[in-house]
T-cell receptor
Framework: GQQLNQSPQSMFIQEGEDVSMNCTSS?????WLWYKQEPGEGPVLLIA?????ELTSNGRLTAQFGITRKDSFLNISASIPSDVGIYFC??????????????FGKGTHLIIQP | GAVVSQHPSWVICKSGTSVKIECRSL??????MFWYRQFPKQSLMLMAT?????????EQGVEKDKFLINHASLTLSTLTVTSAHPEDSSFYIC???????????FGPGTRLTVL
């Protein structure tokens, strides 16, 4: 199946700093999704991207769909304590087994120091 | 986005018993729902697609006889872990597709611990 390489694996930043994370794939995606997961909860959809080159914002979050359709990045500006969590990129199938759900990156764990 | 609930939120069971987890769509009818599994400090892995009124489609390596999926109505999918063993301990999360099929909205997850 497809694989998504997400980096960095973790980030330790100061409150107020900007954050940038990215996701790359060896195959083309037609949709890129960015989710945030907090401990003990399901992922929450932050931004969905549908067109190559598309740049979309959601409050302090901005994400872009790479021109090659093999990468995407997520930026968070002026981080605040509630931004803490794990951020996942994801894309739709095929996942290799026929179930056609989402393939997830390994996640970026964001930790904010006050 | 869609609203999805799961029940129970956590369950502890003895090895060899079966556990049923429910996933409900609260705001619209979902002909397709998805089941994922997440081990500690790892990403979500798709287990199967649950199709209303038909058989589920399983990912490679997921035993369909061990993880029974039933999607008998447009608002409810269930996952039954049969003869659970400690290695089945995980966080099980369901999702449903939004108006755009490629968007998925997730439930709050069910933490299964098998002793």
């Amino acid at each position: 199946g497809q694989q998504l390489n997400q980096s960095p694996q973790s980030m330790f930043i100061q409150e107020g700093e900007d954050v940038s994370m990215n996701c790359t794939s060896s195959s083309i995606f037609n949709t890129w999704l960015w989710y945030k997961q907090e401990p003990g909860e399901g992922p929450v959809l932050l931004i969905a991207l549908y067109k190559a080159g598309e740049l979309t914002s959601n409050g302090r979050l901005t994400a872009q769909f790479g021109i090659t359709r093999k990468d995407s990045f997520l930026n968070i500006s002026a981080s605040i304590p509630s931004d803490v969590g794990i951020y996942f990129c994801a894309g739709p199938g095929p996942t290799g087994g026929g179930a056609d759900g989402l393939t997830f990156g390994k996640g970026t764990h964001l930790i904010i120091q006050p | 986005g869609a609203v999805v609930s799961q029940h129970p939120s956590w369950v502890i069971c003895k090895s060899g018993t079966s556990v049923k987890i429910e996933c409900r769509s609260l705001d619209f009818q979902a002909t397709t729902m998805f089941w994922y599994r997440q081990f500690p400090k790892q990403s979500l892995m798709l287990m199967a697609t649950s199709n209303e009124g038909s058989k589920a489609t399983y990912e490679q390596g997921v035993e369909k006889d061990k993880f029974l999926i039933n999607h008998a109505s447009l608002t409810l999918s269930t996952l039954t872990v049969t003869s659970a063993h400690p290695e089945d301990s995980s966080f099980y999360i369901c999702s449903e597709a939004g108006l755009s099929y490629n968007e998925q909205f997730f439930g709050p997850g069910t933490r299964l611990t098998v002793l």
